[in-house]
Antibody
Framework: EVQLVESGGGLVQPGGSLRLSCVASGFTFSSHWMSWVRQAPGKGLEWVANINEDGSEKAYVDSVKGRFTFSRDNAKNSLYLQMNSLRAEDTAVYYC?????????????WGQGTPVTVSS | DIQMTQSPSTLSASVGDRVTITCRASQSFSSWLAWYQQKPGKAPKLLIYKASSLESGVPSRFSGSGSGTEFTLTISSLQPDDFATYFCQQLRTFGQGTKVEIK
């Protein structure tokens, strides 16, 4: 059974930092592109970042470029999202997700999400 | 940037109804489109990919169609478990969602 378990969310002041983690199991982690997708309270879904199988290719939504860093450790089946210079508009539930193998960005499996609140 | 527009935003329906949700893209990317179902407090679930391919384990009452800039998700006979919010997605852009509620 595929499992994705996020952690690391919480309350942080504007300008602060958080590091989210996602531990994967039940599939060949090193064969999948992976993503972070977020959802602000009561709002829709927003893609945040992608990373390829070995971590050599990354892509970010414009609003987080230069502030967020996506990385992975295939030996630990883990993903990390380092979030710096956090803003109120980064408040959301953050989900890690697998990208369906096949060359198109379909988000196949999702974790349960970890909430991030940026507020003073 | 691509814009995805779903309609309606809210849909009231009864068990057994045939339900159709539409998603329009501001640009054409062939059949690159997915549909997700999300229930309150839960992660989204992939239902349809490549516009019309049913994800494994998803009931056959769900179907997708369309190409270019207009796509539809159809639920042939709405079941109690189907009351949820549905999102379309093309490339890395999601629609704003359609809430299917009990009439």
């Amino acid at each position: 059974e595929v499992q994705l378990v996020e952690s690391g969310g919480g309350l942080v002041q504007p300008g602060g930092s958080l590091r989210l983690s996602c531990v994967a199991s039940g599939f060949t982690f090193s064969s999948h592109w992976m993503s972070w997708v977020r959802q602000a309270p009561g709002k829709g879904l927003e893609w945040v970042a992608n990373i390829n199988e070995d971590g050599s290719e990354k892509a970010y939504v414009d609003s987080v470029k230069g502030r967020f860093t996506f990385s992975r450790d295939n030996a630990k089946n883990s993903l990390y999202l380092q979030m710096n210079s956090l803003r109120a508009e980064d408040t959301a539930v953050y989900y890690c997700a697998t990208i369906k193998i096949g060359g198109e960005d379909y988000f196949e499996y999702w974790g349960q999400g970890t909430p991030v609140t940026v507020s003073s | 940037d691509i814009q995805m527009t779903q309609s309606p935003s809210t849909l009231s329906a009864s068990v057994g109804d045939r339900v159709t949700i539409t998603c329009r893209a501001s640009q054409s990317f062939s059949s690159w489109l997915a549909w997700y179902q999300q229930k309150p407090g839960k992660a989204p679930k992939l239902l349809i990919y490549k516009a019309s391919s049913l994800e494994s384990g998803v009931p056959s009452r769900f179907s997708g169609s369309g190409s270019g800039t207009e796509f539809t998700l159809t639920i042939s006979s709405l079941q109690p478990d189907d009351f949820a919010t549905y999102f379309c997605q093309q490339l890395r852009t999601f629609g704003q969602g359609t809430k299917v509620e009990i009439k």
